[in-house]
C-alpha cells in the first residue's frame, strides 16, 4: 500500500504565497507520478497539477499556470506545490495523489492512491 500525507494548508491573503507538501510511504511506493487535486465546497474535484516520476515532465490546469510549480524529491519522497499570487478563488481543500505509472494524468480516476487533503483559504 502507499500513504500519502500532506501538509502545508493555511489561511493567506489574497497575493500571498504557500506552499503545500506531500510525503510518500509505504511498500508499494516507489516509482510513481503524483499530482494535486482541489475541490472547493459544493465543488467537484479538480485537477490542479501532476508532475511524471522522474521530474522531468509537468503539467497545469490553465487555472494555475503561471502561479503554480509543481517539483518534487525522489530521495525524500516528497512532493511539493509552490503556490503563488494566490487568489479568493483557490480556496479549497487540496488533495495529493499517487499513480502506479511513471507519467502524469490530469484524470482523477486514474490515481490509486490519495492523501486526505489540507485546507488552503485565500482571503479577500
Known amino acids: 500500500q502507499v500513504q500519502l500525507v500532506e501538509s502545508g494548508g493555511g489561511l493567506v491573503q489574497a497575493g500571498a504565497s504557500l506552499r503545500l507538501s506531500c510525503t510518500g510511504s509505504?511498500?508499494?511506493?516507489?516509482?510513481?507520478?503524483m499530482g494535486w487535486f482541489r475541490q472547493a465546497p459544493g465543488k467537484e474535484r479538480e485537477f490542479v497539477a501532476s508532475?511524471?516520476?522522474?521530474?522531468?515532465?509537468?503539467v497545469y490546469a490553465d487555472s494555475v499556470k503561471g502561479r503554480f510549480t509543481i517539483f518534487r524529491d525522489n530521495a525524500n519522497r516528497t512532493m511539493s506545490l509552490q503556490m503563488n499570487s494566490l487568489k479568493p478563488e483557490d480556496t479549497a481543500a487540496y488533495f495529493c495523489?499517487?499513480?502506479?505509472?511513471?507519467?502524469?494524468?490530469?484524470?482523477?480516476?486514474?490515481?490509486?492512491?490519495w492523501g486526505r487533503g489540507t485546507q488552503v483559504t485565500v482571503s479577500s
Open positions: 508532475i511524471s516520476w522522474t521530474g522531468n515532465s509537468a
Open positions: 495523489a499517487a499513480r502506479q505509472y511513471l507519467d502524469w494524468s490530469k484524470e482523477a480516476r486514474f490515481y490509486q492512491y
Open positions: 509505504g511498500p508499494s511506493f516507489g516509482r510513481n507520478a
